[in-house]
């Protein structure tokens, strides 16, 4: 499986941004997507998941601000992200569980996205 993200950019304090993630290669056995972050000297963090049957999770933080969704027909996952803070600035990263790994793992393989920028001025 293969992640193409697209969506960062720079953005002003108030802003909104979409960012989409799309999967390519052997993709029918995709369960879980979800978006992490990483700012600068910290370490990377959760944002937001959604199952494969629409469950979803967010971080404290971004609750009521971001919306995580995804489009199974298109294998592509999207974070809409409203009322960005300079706090959200960050390389954001997609990730999503495969499906395809070992019975150890209980079949749990994830991939990451080459990570995009999203940098909210003040």
């Known amino acids: 499986v293969q992640l193409v993200e697209s969506g960062g950019g720079l953005v002003q304090a108030g802003g909104s941004l979409r960012l989409s993630c799309a999967a390519s290669g052997t993709t029918d056995s995709i369960r879980a997507m979800a978006w992490y972050r990483q700012a600068p000297g910290k370490e990377r963090e959760l944002v937001a998941e959604?199952?494969?049957?629409?469950?979803?999770n967010y971080a404290d933080s971004v609750k009521g601000r971001f919306t995580i969704a995804r489009d199974n027909a298109k294998n592509t996952v999207y974070l809409q992200m409203n009322s960005l803070k300079p706090e959200d600035t960050a390389v954001y990263y997609c990730n999503v569980d495969t499906g395809m790994g070992p019975i150890e793992t209980n079949g749990r393989l994830e991939v990451w996205g080459q990570g995009t920028l999203v940098t909210v001025s003040s």
């Open positions: 959604i199952t494969s049957g629409g469950r979803v």
